[in-house]
């Protein structure tokens, strides 16, 4: 936020108004001249004007690497780039960020999730309740994993499913993904989130009523989804363990709800709390990644806590310029902002990040995809894009073509874990680079033609399929190297991206921890699932019937 109207905070009190919108700022004008000196520039002519440009924009932080020379960056949009940053009060943000600042303006709180891991300071209010909560926690996983811990017919558990949508499910769900190759023990650990009845009935089959904990996973325990799925789960339970079984035997919960817990029928030793100032899309590192620690056990957990923590402190310390989650998130800005950029593709080039793009879509999208600033005034500017994305290379057969031929710029980060030593691990990331490269060059007419003569096609044939084998190029791109895909690159890889959507909405001066905009349509479906209600509206009204005709 313009540090003219410098955040007001104190740990005790929400941020004060009068924080302008960023395109007041010199940098944002100076940025929009520099967008216009770079109109009609291709991105690898940058290269020819500096050989050593590949090694001037890469970043490096504790075995990461970090590419930004195919972005449409010069010297010159960079200092600006940095200038805004430093105009927005973007250390003073920091700061507030890491001192427990209310930086969540609007629900008046801390967003703290870099203490459970170390990177800052638990509130001393909670630090008593967290340490106890964190250590029943761990005591609970260490029993279960032990086979220690039985359900109400006497036999030890072996299934977990974790019930819990949005940052109740994606995060572990990704972890557990992730570093599958790492978990050790005799229990499985699955994911259910949506609604829709056959993704419980998918998983149940697989499971066994006297063997299976149900975590359920909800901080605010309102969550529909979440909550039919444990009154599905629990019938399950109750007509294979019979009558009168001890079905709380067979749940946990995750929750700063810990009196609706109870009255689910959760012990309250198994109820393991989620602090205030944790937000949902932040929350892996909290009892929300219980699943990960089941499956990980405490090393691992650890681990994945500490390459975060290892993140969190080079984005305290580093200067700006060297700074990964800075220069992410800057050139984000640079491009939606000012190259007119408005979609961003993550590419993780491993299956283990499969869901990778899905998590970054929550935390980025319901971080930033907002347009009220802290001033309440709106946006005159765009704020977070459209996140989306695939592993790599399975995207490359669904939807990169539109990135080389659509009518779309997309900007891209390409995330490559240096993964095994054979040719398919070797094929994975020379498919990233080739296709990083490819995006930025593009192919021109001359070359389509070269091309098609080359098949020996006749004159008219070349002219006339020439066009259509045309790339622009010119996608900018980001590549991030990963040494491997471990508990710690995966906990640095996911607190990189949470330090990046902070500071974008710093700087766009939004509030990137509330989400007021879902609580509508849940609204919306409450008051639609009221047996006593009225359709809202008349395409509602039309629909619902349609959809009585279709069901009879
Ligand atoms: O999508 C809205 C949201 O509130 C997310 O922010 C949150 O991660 C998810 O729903 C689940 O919420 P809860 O953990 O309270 O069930």
Do not use: M, Q
């Given at each position: 936020m313009p540090a003219a109207n410098?955040?007001?905070?104190?740990?005790s009190t929400a941020v004060t108004e009068d924080n302008s919108s960023?395109?007041?700022?010199?940098a944002w004008a100076a940025l929009q001249q520099h967008a216009r000196r770079l109109?009609?520039?291709?991105?690898?002519?940058l290269f020819a004007q500096d050989p050593d440009r590949p090694r001037a924009l890469a970043l490096e932080h504790d075995g990461l690497y970090a590419d930004f020379s195919k972005q449409l960056i010069d010297g010159a949009v960079r200092d600006a780039l940095l200038a805004l940053a430093d105009q927005s009060g973007l250390a003073q943000g920091v700061e507030a960020l890491f001192g427990g600042h209310h930086v969540n303006f609007t629900e008046d709180r801390?967003?703290?999730?870099m203490a459970l891991r170390g990177g800052a300071a638990v509130p001393a209010g909670d630090a008593a309740k967290l340490a106890e909560s964190t250590q029943r926690m761990r005591a609970f996983v260490r029993e279960l994993r032990a086979g220690r811990l039985l359900g109400a017919s006497g036999e030890p558990i072996r299934d977990v499913v974790n019930l819990g949508i949005g940052g109740s499910d994606l995060g572990p769900r990704m972890v557990c993904e992730a570093l599958a190759g790492r978990q050790d023990g005799p229990l499985r650990v699955h994911f259910v989130a949506n609604i829709d009845p056959q993704e419980l009935d998918e998983t149940l089959p697989r499971c066994r009523p006297e063997s299976t904990l149900f975590i359920l996973s909800s901080k605010s325990f309102t969550t529909l989804e979440t909550l039919a799925n444990a009154r599905a789960a629990r019938a399950w339970l109750e007509a294979g363990l019979g009558a009168g079984a001890d079905t709380g035997l067979h749940f946990a919960a995750v929750s700063n709800q810990e009196a609706q817990a109870g009255a689910f029928g959760i012990a309250a030793q198994r109820v393991f709390s989620v602090p205030a100032w944790v937000g949902g899309r932040f929350s892996v590192w909290s009892a929300v990644g219980l699943p990960a620690l089941i499956a990980l056990g405490e090393e691992g957990f650890d681990a994945l806590l500490g390459g975060a923590r290892s993140v969190d402190e080079h984005f305290r310390d580093a200067p700006p310029a060297r700074n990964l989650p800075v220069m992410l998130a800057l050139t984000g800005i640079w491009n939606?902002?000012?190259?007119?950029?408005g979609d961003f593709a993550a590419l993780p080039y491993a299956h283990g990040l499969r869901s990778f793009p899905t998590w970054l879509q929550q935390l980025e999208m319901e971080s930033n995809g907002k347009r009220c600033l802290l001033d309440g005034s709106r946006a005159e500017f765009h704020t977070a894009p459209v996140v989306f994305g695939h592993a790599g290379t399975v995207g490359q057969h669904a939807f990169h073509q539109l990135l080389y031929q659509g009518t779309r710029r997309v900007a891209i980060d390409f995330i490559v874990p240096v993964l095994g030593a054979d040719e398919r691990s070797r094929a994975l990331y020379e498919n990233a680079l080739a296709q990083s490269e490819a995006l930025m060059r593009g192919r021109d007419l001359h070359t389509s033609r070269t091309q098609l003569r080359a098949q020996g096609l006749p004159v008219a044939e070349v002219e006339r399929l020439a066009p259509h084998l045309v790339c622009d190029g010119n996608q900018p791109s980001t590549t991030l190297l990963l040494p491997d895909l471990s508990p710690h690159t995966l906990g640095q890889l996911l607190a990189l991206y949470e330090h990046k959507t902070f500071v974008q909405g710093w700087i766009w001066g939004i509030n990137s921890f509330d989400q007021y905009g879902v609580e509508l349509g849940k609204e919306m479906a409450r008051s639609l699932a009221d047996p006593q209600g009225q359709p809202t509206h008349a395409s509602t009204a039309a629909l619902l019937a349609a959809i009585a005709r279709l069901r009879s």
């Open positions: 410098a955040l007001k905070c104190s740990p960023p395109i007041r700022l010199p109109d009609g520039t291709a991105i690898e002519a801390p967003a703290l999730h939606g902002n000012f190259l007119g950029i």
